[in-house]
């Protein structure tokens, strides 16, 4: 079974829902229709991979637990001829969801629990066509820059500070906090002696390091308080979103690792790919520590900056856990004896 919606006034964006439940089909084009989106709706997941491989689609909702084969298959047979579509996975209880690992193998940019609402469904399918939007901008710098080579690095910096005012305009915070992670970052990179390159790497990945963010509903980006565990793991798809707006520009190589794996703890316990050690890339291991002690001593909506010597002691505490030791020590270090380069970038960003 197939059937599209196609109202005037649409969403320039097309979506493909596939569940081999045909009233789920039915019920999401007739909640999509009214909210202004295009839906192409498929009851056979055989079919839908035909689909997808023969025309263009921007998003696809998928059911999880179909037959003839379920929708982890799905994915894997698209992922072999598209790495673009933008999927996101919906169960009927979030215990049936696959495991963590195949989501992060197959490139799964989410998922979601089946309701009657679909209010949650919603916020999610907006902030995703939020994120295929700027995919679509950067992909449109990309075939701009190849075709002006000798314009590269000034259409390199002016489509960062496009994005990341993108990013800014959501979340106040995220201004100041980008800079400031940039150049702490540098900060410490310099410190280790690394190259103009790798700081140049470091000041962009750091400014950068939260664009994933754009794909977050407000709702849970703007929350003043703590967070349930639902919108946190949404707030952990950051990383994931973010590689995923900057995999289609090769100019942005570079920077990706910062962007992707800055939440990975030295013992393995970070997300997303749990990585351990000096397997995290060094940028990224960098990047950790300025974005933790930029995160603790920034001031919130929901608290007041936490005073200095209890940040100092946290980093000691999570040196060898959640940091790298030797990265660790060297801004200890800083934090005794350069504090003055600390308080110099906290004044230029406050």
Same mark, same amino acid.
């Given at each position: 079974?197939?059937?599209?919606?196609?109202?005037?006034?649409?969403?320039?964006?097309?979506i493909?829902?596939?569940?081999?439940e045909g009233?789920?089909i039915?019920?999401?084009?007739?909640?999509?229709?009214?909210?202004?989106?295009?839906?192409?709706g498929?009851?056979?997941?055989?079919?839908?991979?035909?689909?997808?491989?023969?025309?263009?689609?921007?998003?696809?909702?998928? &059911?999880?637990?179909?037959?003839?084969?379920?929708?982890?298959?799905?994915?894997?047979?698209?992922?072999?001829?598209?790495?673009?579509?933008?999927?996101?996975?919906?169960?009927g209880h979030?215990?049936?969801?696959p495991?963590?690992?195949?989501?992060?193998?197959?490139?799964?940019?989410?998922?979601?629990?089946?309701?009657?609402?679909?209010?949650?469904?919603?916020?999610?399918?907006?902030?995703?066509l939020?994120?295929?939007?700027?995919?679509?901008?950067?992909?449109k710098?990309?075939i701009?820059?190849k075709?002006s080579?000798?314009?590269?690095?000034?259409?390199y910096?002016?489509?960062?500070?496009?994005?990341?005012?993108?990013?800014?305009?959501?979340?106040?915070?995220?201004?100041?906090?980008s800079?400031?992670v940039?150049?702490y970052?540098?900060?410490?990179?310099k410190?280790?002696?690394?190259?103009?390159e790798?700081?140049?790497?470091?000041?962009?990945?750091?400014?950068?390091?939260?664009?994933?963010?754009?794909?977050?509903? &407000?709702?849970?980006?703007?929350?003043?308080?703590?967070?349930?565990?639902?919108?946190?793991?949404?707030?952990?798809n950051h990383?994931?979103i973010?590689?995923?707006?900057?995999?289609?520009?090769?100019i942005?190589?570079?920077?990706?690792?910062i962007?992707?794996?800055?939440?990975?703890?030295?013992?393995?316990?970070?997300?997303?790919?749990?990585?351990?050690?000096?397997?995290?890339?060094?940028?990224?291991?960098?990047?950790?520590?300025?974005?933790?002690?930029?995160?603790?001593?920034?001031?919130?909506?929901?608290?007041?900056?936490?005073?200095?010597?209890?940040?100092?002691?946290?980093?000691?505490?999570?040196?060898?856990?959640?940091? &790298?030791?030797?990265?660790?020590?060297?801004?200890?270090?800083?934090?005794d004896?350069?504090?003055?380069?600390?308080?110099k970038?906290?004044?230029?960003?406050?």
């Amino acid at each position: 079974m197939r059937h599209s919606e196609n109202p005037e006034n649409v969403s320039p964006y097309k979506i493909i829902a596939v569940d081999d439940e045909g009233g789920i089909i039915d019920s999401l084009s007739v909640f999509l229709k009214r909210s202004g989106y295009h839906l192409t709706g498929c009851t056979n997941p055989l079919e839908a991979i035909e689909l997808v491989r023969n025309e263009h689609f921007d998003l696809m909702l998928l &059911d999880f637990i179909m037959t003839p084969i379920h929708g982890d298959k799905v994915v894997e047979e698209i992922r072999k001829f598209n790495q673009e579509l933008y999927i996101l996975l919906l169960t009927g209880h979030k215990d049936l969801a696959p495991p963590l690992e195949t989501i992060k193998r197959l490139s799964i940019q989410g998922y979601c629990e089946k309701s009657d609402k679909f209010d949650q469904l919603l916020l999610l399918i907006e902030s995703a066509l939020k994120s295929i939007e700027q995919m679509n901008i950067i992909k449109k710098i990309n075939i701009e820059l190849k075709e002006s080579q000798e314009n590269l690095e000034k259409a390199y910096l002016e489509s960062i500070q496009t994005l990341r005012y993108t990013v800014e305009a959501k979340d106040r915070y995220t201004r100041g906090h980008s800079d400031r992670v940039a150049e702490y970052s540098v900060l410490i990179g310099k410190h280790m002696g690394l190259s103009e390159e790798e700081l140049k790497t470091l000041r962009i990945g750091g400014l950068f390091h939260d664009i994933g963010k754009i794909g977050i509903p &407000d709702a849970i980006l703007l929350k003043e308080g703590k967070l349930d565990d639902n919108e946190y793991s949404e707030i952990k798809n950051h990383p994931s979103i973010g590689k995923h707006i900057l995999s289609n520009a090769s100019i942005f190589s570079n920077i990706i690792p910062i962007v992707y794996h800055h939440h990975e703890k030295y013992n393995g316990t970070g997300y997303p790919e749990q990585l351990a050690g000096e397997n995290i890339p060094l940028l990224a291991r960098i990047t950790a520590v300025a974005d933790t002690f930029d995160a603790m001593t920034s001031k919130r909506s929901y608290r007041n900056a936490i005073p200095l010597e209890y940040v100092r002691a946290e980093i000691e505490k999570c040196s060898g856990t959640q940091f &790298d030791p030797k990265i660790a020590n060297i801004f200890l270090d800083i934090l005794d004896n350069h504090y003055d380069e600390i308080l110099k970038i906290q004044n230029k960003y406050t």
